[in-house]
């Protein structure tokens, strides 16, 4: 069976029927079914399989509820815990054993938790980080309502006898599971947040070569400060600049040169020419 075969979850009121079958006849029913399968023709084990993993997919739920509220969806936890149940009963050899479970639950589990590493996080931490922090969370939780107040870092890293500095790392980087959205309204003022973020305000990025050649422009000669003003801000060529001082367009552009090599000299910086 392929992949592509894996059974369509079934609805929540087929499945609740399917959850009211106790342990021990889920196991039964499964270990006789993958007796069966062992001795089928490849089409027919591809049916009785199938009927194994929808028998087990109330596990593969159990399983994906443990990581609930833990910024990704139910549906899309289930999806992954009925990919890896699927996966498990694929490879499961019945000759090292008659409990399925046993084999598929780590199985299981282990692949919620790559899901977590590789797609639950919107910055990704450290995989130390990512490995530490439920068993932080978990830990918080059960001091809490031991000591009735939030445990300190000290107090979470000697129940889980770890460093504190990894407890704490643990600890803010629970912000990098979600992303704040820019149109969530702030508390404090109501406004969404992507109308409070600073903005870089036009032409902020030339106030500093403004400040610095301001003193240095004004040193030039009259006609030098002419020359500038119609070359950067008139916008005019050096053949219409050459036109209306009365000379050749060479000589405009020597003028050019000499007056960045005196601008880069006053404000202390390297005089070699550069083009115009």
Request: charged letters at 25%; hydrophobic letters at 40%; one cysteine or more.
């Amino acid at each position: 069976m392929s992949i592509a075969s894996i059974p369509t979850i079934p609805h929540r009121s087929t499945a609740s029927s399917i959850g009211q079958v106790s342990s021990a006849e889920r196991k039964a029913r499964t270990a006789e079914l993958l007796a069966k399968a062992r001795e089928c023709p490849p089409g027919e084990r591809d049916d009785l399989l199938q009927e194994v993993i929808v028998l087990n997919i109330p596990v593969a739920r159990t399983l994906a509820a443990r990581y609930r509220n833990r910024g990704q969806s139910s549906d899309e936890l289930e999806q992954v815990a009925c990919l890896a149940l699927t996966r498990a009963v694929q490879s499961f050899d019945p000759a090292r054993g008659d409990d399925l479970l046993v084999f598929a639950v780590p199985s299981i589990l282990g692949e919620l938790k790559r899901h977590f590493r590789s797609a639950a996080w919107v910055v990704r931490p450290p995989r130390r980080l990512q490995e530490i922090r439920p068993r932080v969370v978990a830990a918080q939780e059960d001091l809490a309502q031991h000591l009735g107040r939030p445990p300190t870092p000290l107090e979470l890293a000697t129940e889980l006898d770890c460093p504190v500095a990894e407890v704490e790392e643990a600890l803010s980087c629970g912000d990098l599971a979600h992303a704040t959205s820019l149109d969530e309204p702030v508390a404090a003022t109501g406004s969404p947040l992507g109308e409070l973020l600073p903005t870089v305000d036009p032409g902020f990025e030339h106030s500093e070569a403004v400040a610095v050649l301001g003193p240095a422009c004004r040193q030039l000669k009259a006609r030098d400060r002419r020359i500038l003003q119609m070359r950067f801000y008139e916008q005019r060529t050096q053949q219409e600049i050459a036109d209306e001082l009365g000379v050749t367009q060479v000589q405009v552009s020597r003028l050019l040169q000499r007056i960045f090599t005196d601008l880069r000299r006053s404000v202390g910086v390297d005089p070699r020419p550069h083009a115009a």
